[in-house]
């Protein structure tokens, strides 16, 4: 039984609404974030860095506190404005390829304790308490924790008639997506939408497991402040058959001393290969693993697909850890070891060879996306994936929506 609220969000005004939003700061190349932060005075991305004008170099608390204060600068300025009731959103993302529908809400602390928000991610305990000391520092969340649900009939009927209706925005980015936004006030449809998720029992975490883990923290932290808000986290809660689950591709540096020969040879015990040579090739199904390796590509089958005894054991990435990374290439920390780097599934297979091409890395490994299914079993038995498992779309525009704390 899951419970989710709305609250008295915070957004750019309509006619400011395009030059406002932004994408993940760690999204922009150096020259794309200079390009933002020299020619537009209203992105969000000067709240985000608000040392730029100056370049100051500043510790992480003063840093923070200059967040804070450009962010009462924005508001001071009318670039933002604030709900004056509680109210939920419905967000659509139409990129070239695909739409994206879900609910912006509040989501309930103590549903996360309880496992009705279930997880599937181990955290790092230093960026959990790096975006807490951000939280508490700043008083506001502009990156809402991506949740998925079980698909709905009622739900899906009700966000199609709602799109029908004029949206509060509706404008593009230079990426060509499509964003629009529609605010849900009336208390009819705000008891309807909470009666309905109550209904629906439990949630998934699909990206955002430090963000989640972060406002727990804040509220052991700040419990005691009597702030209402921090019994909640910002959520954008979207059908789990209208989220796109890209894998993550391994690249390596070397070979462990391994020869090619050898290294072929040692991955015969357990996989069937076929060399593809030139062919631009990757996984097509479960059990089957892309490499790439001295200009030629192969597909690696796994030999023996059964005997496992769960979820986490007959995951691609958990087997290609287990059986290749660890074993022969002597990758023991896939979060920290150096030796191994990672690339969207979303990126181009072309990218991975020409990294490898350039020198720097010796092998590459594509993998099969995981279904969702897969990540639902696993947070269900209270597994944890590997690191770099899964790339969620859709991301999230940083300055749509505001929760204050």
Known sequence: MAKIIPFKAVRPTRDKISLVTSRSYDEYSPAELASQLDFNPFSFLHILNPAYVNQQKAGLEKRF?????????????????KEEQPVFFLYEIETKNQTFTGIIAGTALEDYRNNVIKKHEDTLQYRVELFKDYLHQTGFNTEPVLITYPENAELSEWILAKKQLESLYEFSTTRREKHQLWKIDSSEEIAWL????????NLYIADGHHRSASAELLYQQDKNSENENLNYFMSFLIAENNVKIYEYNRIIRDLNNHSKEGLLTLLAQNFWIKNKEQELWKPTKKFEFGMYLDGEFYCLTLKNQNGFTSVLEQLDAQILYTQVLEPILGIEDLRNDERIDYIPGKQSIITIKEVIDEGEFEIGFMLFPTAI??????ADNNLIMPPKSTYIDPKFRSGLVVYEL
């Open 194 to 201: 909470q009666e309905k998720f109550a209904s629906i029992g």
């Open 65 to 81: 506190k200059l967040v804070a204060q450009k962010y009462r600068d924005f508001k001071e300025e009318n670039v933002f404005v």
């Open 373 to 378: 299914s897969e990540i639902k079993e696993l």
